[in-house]
RNA sequence: UGCCUCGUAGCCAAGCGGUAAGGCAUCAGACUUUGACUCUGACAUUCGUUGGUUCGAAUCCAGCCGAGGCAG
């Protein structure tokens, strides 16, 4: 019997994961990973959690450890505490530091999800791994999921094709409403539980309390772009991103206020009016730390800036083995920090981080 | 010191005798495995203050306080 093992959150999806493929006949075992501890990691500052009795990682546990009580399978546990300190939130901070949008969760699969994972689950035996990701794997490449909506291949795009062989994605054949239903008739104690969003592992928390714990802030000036005036204070730049309108505090305005730049050596934040402002809007964008799956490098293809925005038509110049130009017609909030990824219809060719971005070849210097 | 204008929620601002529009901000939900964006909802028993006129005032009158302007 071929052996697996599954990446239990402690969540539906790889809930039906996991049963999923015992259902098909795999020797099955649940793991469950633990990437963050807020004493050793000193996350004090704005923790909802410190006080409780429980914490929610330990109800994710628990929850996990009910799916595999009721589908006969054993749970390990593992920490990864350490691995993601070092490969994901050092990531984390260097990029806040430079005033860049990072998205650790992309760090955390490629760095923890499907490396340190991979190499425990072969300890265990095992000959595959399974997680509860919304993507599809043919022929060791990836692809979108078959819920649209619930697809997370954007997530998975900085992953090698050595990452994806022998992984398993059970509920990216299904629709999050079928993997609802499955954990609901098979009386899954999870059936009903909320999706998990925020940061991974570390969950939906006041993001700016939450840095305080690990750098300082500095306080400067919110300048209006168009009218050059002082119209603010913002609390450190890092707890910024563009496109961004909630948490400035200024009010009086007609319109609303967006984030459209930031100055890190002046440590000025730069506001525009209206959502349309001219600022936000970009056509070109360098991307660095390219990792192509499958080494396909098309010259026209599609490209997602943002999780669950629109994929987009660009044009794809490549510079070097792991740097590429793309263009596009126009899209707002083009962030630098974030990750930008290629697909080719379904088929995910890959993705990397956006360094600098254009408009009608001109850098948009403050748009770090 | 005289005259004029103005004082409505955190901010901007309608209302000008009939019982407090709207926008921004903020907060809470929804959405969401990245701080976004978006959407929905909440948000002044009260109109600088005191007194008066009136069936009834934020709206009219007077005093006081405060802001700005003109004169000196």
């Known amino acids: 019997m ?133 993507a599809r794997i043919i022929d060791d490449n990836l692809y979108k999921a078959i819920d649209e909506n619930k697809d997370q ?56 309390e939450f840095l305080k714990n690990y750098l300082p802030s500095k306080k400067g000036k919110i300048v209006n772009i168009d009218t050059n005036e002082e119209v603010g204070i913002h609390y450190g730049l890092m707890n910024y991103t563009i496109g961004q309108r909630r948490g400035l505090n200024i009010g009086g305005n007609e319109n609303r206020l967006f ?24 056509n070109e964008a360098i991307i660095e730390q390219m990792n192509f799956i499958d080494n396909k490098k098309t010259s026209k293809c599609k490209a997602k800036f943002r999780y669950r925005q629109k994929d987009i038509d660009v044009d794809v110049e490549h510079l070097d083995s792991n740097e590429m130009k793309v263009k596009y017609s126009s899209l707002k909030a083009v962030t630098p920090g974030q990750i930008c990824c290629l697909y080719d219809g379904d088929e995910c060719l890959g993705g990397g981080i956006i360094k600098e971005v254009y408009k009608d070849n001109k850098k948009m210097v403050f748009y770090n």
């Open 259 to 282: 984030v459209v730049g930031k100055n890190l050596d002046k440590n000025i934040l730069y506001v525009g009016l209206g959502s349309d402002h001219e600022a936000l809007y970009s």
């Open 153 to 208: 291949s954007y997530f998975l795009c900085q992953l090698t094709k050595n990452q994806l062989s022998n992984v398993l994605f059970p509920v990216g054949e299904l629709t999050k409403e079928e993997v609802r239903k499955i954990a609901k008739d098979n009386d899954l104690t999870v059936a009903d539980k909320k999706d998990s969003t925020g940061i991974c592992f570390i969950g939906e928390r006041n993001f700016s």
């Open 2 to 134: 071929k052996k697996v093992v599954v990446g239990m959150s402690g969540g539906v999806d790889s809930a039906v994961a996991a049963l999923l493929l015992k259902r098909q006949g795999y020797d099955v075992v649940g793991l469950f990973m633990r990437n963050w501890d807020s004493t050793i990691n000193n996350d004090v500052l704005g923790n909802p959690n410190l006080n409780n009795d429980i914490c929610p990682q330990e109800g994710d546990y628990n929850d996990a450890l009910k799916v595999c009580e009721k589908l006969d399978i054993p749970l390990h546990r593992i920490d990864f505490v350490k691995e993601y300190w070092v490969y994901v939130f050092t990531y984390f901070l260097e990029e806040l530091k430079r005033g860049r949008t990072p998205n650790p969760d992309v760090m955390c699969n490629k760095y923890i999800k499907f490396d340190p994972f991979i190499k425990e689950a072969k300890r265990l035996g095992a000959e595959y791994i399974a997680t509860g990701h919304y």
